[in-house]
């Protein structure tokens, strides 16, 4: 089995369960490939030196299995930049704390990377929000599996954002900004503002005001076929946009088009770790002493 590793710096705490891992991997004769920037941490942090296939910076290496992602949520989503067009599936190993991707604990790890070796587990996909205007505003990576955001930059003042969904007017929002969010992301952000919790699976997006000046507007669920069109404009000459973890700032009166992706993120999952478990897990609906 070939494994891509991925991640960002750690704690001291993670130091031997990263060696515990990559000992574990080396055991079962598994073809490692590192992002090589990790790989200079991973040897200066924990003074052990990982064996490996080969490195890699911008291009995920050509037959790959699996991907392995060590960090957060964050880092999960910079590894589906580099897996994106190569159909990897991705399994998140938390090193840090919340997680609604990285759903692999500490204490679980080995365990489950056993069952990784042994191919018993499932694969999930996850649809992806992209930007088609402005198109070379991100580039090539111009997709996003959580959020796309457009957000004031620096004054006080508010933003006004005009959007339509397929044409269709929906309405004017004065408000510190706009989450248009997949249903991975509606844990992320948008949940953060009021947003609902969208299954995997929903074929929708939604878009959720930031701050809204009107009591009366909500977070509206779009179906994910849907053409979204939005209209910025504000007091300040630029405005910050984001895709997930990536921001570029764009003119106040630029108009911005968004449509469901041609491809999907594939996520490894196993059998006994679905959603509705991780929801209760790290939103800790079980501390209710009613349960």
């Known amino acids: 089995m070939n494994i891509l590793i991925y991640g960002r710096k750690f704690g001291k705490h993670f130091n031997g369960i990263a060696i515990q891992l990559f000992e574990f991997l080396k055991d079962n004769n ?16 924990t003074m052990y030196i990982p064996k490996y296939q080969g490195l890699y910076n911008e291009e995920a290496p050509k037959d790959i299995d699996v991907a392995i992602c060590i960090g957060g949520d964050g880092t999960f989503l910079e590894t589906a930049t580099y897996t994106y067009n ?103 952000y948008s949940m953060s503002c009021n947003g609902p919790i969208l299954i995997p699976g929903s074929n929708c997006f939604v878009i959720t005001p930031i701050a809204n000046h009107n009591l009366t507007v909500r977070p509206v669920v779009v179906p994910a076929n849907s053409e979204i069109e939005l209209f910025i404009d504000g007091p300040e000459q630029e405005i910050l946009t984001s895709l997930d973890y990536r921001t570029r700032t764009i003119k106040s009166t630029s108009l911005l088009k968004l449509k469901l992706s ?18 209760r897990e790290k939103l800790m609906w079980g501390i209710d002493v009613r349960n």
């Open 30 to 45: 598994i073809k490692l490939f590192f992002n090589e920037n990790f790989y200079k941490f991973i040897c200066q942090k």
């Open 86 to 188: 190569r159909n990897i599936p991705i399994l998140g190993i938390n090193s840090g704390r919340l997680g609604f991707l990285s759903t692999v604990g500490q204490a679980a790890m080995i365990k489950t990377i056993e069952k990784l070796i042994d191919r018993d587990f499932l694969i999930e996909e996850r649809i992806m929000i992209e930007l088609t205007n402005p198109k070379d505003l991100y580039g090539k990576f111009n997709f996003a599996l959580n959020d796309f955001t457009v957000q004031k930059h620096k004054v006080l003042q508010m933003i006004k954002t005009r959007i339509t969904c397929n044409g269709d007017f929906l309405n004017t929002y004065w408000s510190d900004g706009i989450i248009i969010s997949t249903p991975t992301g509606s844990t992320a």
């Open 262 to 279: 041609d491809f999907k993120i594939k996520i490894v999952r196993f059998k006994k770790n679905n959603y509705f478990s991780t929801l």
